[in-house]
C-alpha cells in the first residue's frame, strides 16, 4: 500500500519489519471516534498541526521516540510528547501534504533527527487538543534509518529518549491520570517520565488497536504531580 499527498510526499507500508505491521493494518481502517473524543470542530477552525508517532529498533526491541518539552514553554509545559508543532506556510496544504512535511520538519528542528531516514508509512485521522485548539494529524513514521537525536533548542525541547514498546505494553507501567478539569486518561510511567494527556492517549489507541495491549488496572490512579 503506497500513495502519495498532493507535493509528491510518499506514504508506503512496503518494507516494514514484521513486527510492525499491526500498526500498519490498524492505521488504514481507524476512525476519528475510536482514537479520541476530542474531534476537530465540525465547522472547521483550529490551528493545524501534525506529530510524528516513530518507531524504530533499539537495544531494547521495537521503542517509540517521545521528547520532553521545556518547563519554560507557554503551552503543554514539561511534557512528555511526540515531536511535532504548527503547519507553517511552506508545508503546504493542510489537507493534503503539509501535516507530513510538517511532523517531519518540527522533528527535525525539535531533535535533530535526519528525515530522509524516516519512512513514513500512514497517516492517522485528524484530532484536537481543546485546551490548545490544535488540531493534530498523527503521522505514523519508521526509523528505517536511524540519526542521533537530541535537544536541538533547550527553551523548547528539555530532552529526547525512546521508549522500548514492551515498557508501553507492561501492565505494571500503565495507570490512569485524572486531570484539575475532572478528564480521565490513561498514562504511562516509562523513561523517568509520566506520559499522558494527548501523548498518552494515542499510544494507548494505538496499542490496543494493533493488538499489542495487555489487561491493566484501570482503577490505578497516580497524579499529575507524580514526583512531588
Known amino acids: ?68 518539552r521545556s518547563g519554560s514553554l507557554r503551552s503543554h509545559a514539561g511534557q512528555p510528547s511526540f515531536p511535532g508543532g504548527a503547519l507553517d506556510p511552506e508545508d503546504g496544504d493542510p489537507d493534503e501534504e503539509g501535516p507530513l512535511r510538517a511532523a517531519l520538519r518540527e522533528a527535525e528542528e525539535e531533535t535533530g533527527l535526519d528525515p530522509s531516514g524516516v519512512q513514513v508509512f500512514a497517516v492517522l485521522p485528524r484530532l484536537y487538543i481543546p485546551v490548545s485548539g490544535f488540531v493534530v494529524t498523527p503521522v505514523l513514521g519508521w526509523w528505517r534509518r536511524p540519526s542521533p537525536v537530541e535537544p536541538v533548542d533547550p527553551a523548547e525541547t528539555a530532552r529526547v529518549f525512546t521508549v522500548p514498546v514492551a ?21 504511562f510511567l516509562v523513561g523517568n517520565a509520566l ?31 507524580w514526583r512531588a
Open 195 to 225: 506520559v499522558w494527556g494527548f501523548t498518552a492517549g494515542v499510544i494507548d489507541r494505538i496499542l490496543h488497536y494493533a493488538g499489542w495491549e495487555r489487561p491493566w488496572d484501570r482503577a490505578r490512579h497516580v497524579p499529575l504531580d
Open 1 to 68: 500500500m503506497t500513495s502519495t499527498y498532493g507535493g509528491g510526499v510518499e506514504v508506503s507500508a512496503h518494507g516494514l519489519p514484521e513486527w510492525l505491521l499491526p500498526v500498519a493494518r490498524a492505521a488504514e481502517t481507524i476512525e476519528p471516534h475510536q482514537l479520541s473524543r476530542f474531534l476537530p470542530p465540525p465547522q472547521g477552525g483550529g490551528r493545524p498541526s501534525a506529530v510524528l508517532v516513530l518507531f524504530g529498533e533499539g537495544p531494547g526491541g521495537p521503542e517509540l521516540l517521545l521528547m520532553e
Open 167 to 187: 515498557d508501553l505494553t507492561d501492565p505494571a507501567n500503565r495507570a490512569t491520570t485524572v486531570h484539575p478539569s475532572g478528564h480521565r486518561g490513561p498514562a
